[in-house]
């Protein structure tokens, strides 16, 4: 028996692009919130969305690298409280979202209420909890502080998810041929 590996090619290609398209959608893709350091992303329903289609590894994957990249880049150094925050949204979401089977077709309403279970529960940990923690261990910073913008950006995530995210794996669903619904004429 094969040895099934940790992460295919198309899957090692969905982390460079989905990265990639964290980096953009951050600079881009990023509503200021009112909150200090804190901003409404769109970034998180593309890291959903992947961590659907090509599972945990990649999810985990596609959030430190393109967080850190996006605040390499745009901040001059990461802040991680907030990637290993990223990494962890996708990883939860790509764990919990394994059985659905977008690949074929499959999204309806069965699969879109798990697929927002997922992810509240992602954002919840991640930016409830983790993300502050994280803040507060490393860097010093005042509780009431970090736990309101870990607030504020898990609330702004799960709704950006529910809405984009959702549409846009419904919009990937519809593309794929449903299993058994071809059939040969004549």
């Given at each position: 028996m094969a040895k099934k590996e940790l992460l295919s090619i198309r899957s090692i290609v969905a982390v460079g692009i989905g990265s990639a398209l964290f980096v953009i959608l951050g600079r881009f893709g990023s509503i200021p919130s009112g909150i200090p350091n804190t901003n409404i992303e769109t970034?998180?329903?593309?890291?959903?969305?992947?961590?659907?289609?090509?599972?945990?590894?990649?999810?985990?994957?596609?959030?430190?690298?393109?967080?850190?990249?996006?605040?390499?880049?745009?901040?001059?150094?990461?802040?991680?409280s907030w990637v290993i925050s990223s990494g962890l949204v996708g990883l939860i979401i790509g764990l919990l979202v394994a059985g659905i089977s977008i690949q074929d077709g499959v999204f309806g309403k069965r699969e879109i209420i798990r697929f927002n279970l997922a992810q509240i529960v992602a954002n919840a940990i991640a930016w409830f909890a983790v993300a502050p923690t994280l803040d507060i261990l490393i860097y010093a910073e005042p509780a009431n502080k970090v736990y309101t913008q870990g607030l504020a950006a898990g609330a702004a995530n799960i709704v950006t998810v529910a809405v984009i995210g959702t549409l846009l794996a419904a919009a990937y669903a519809k593309t794929r041929t449903k299993q058994g619904s071809l059939r040969k004429l004549g």
């Open positions: 970034t998180y329903a593309l890291l959903a969305l992947f961590s659907l289609l090509y599972g945990p590894v990649a999810g985990l994957l596609i959030g430190l690298i393109g967080h850190t990249l996006k605040d390499f880049i745009f901040y001059g150094s990461p802040w991680f």
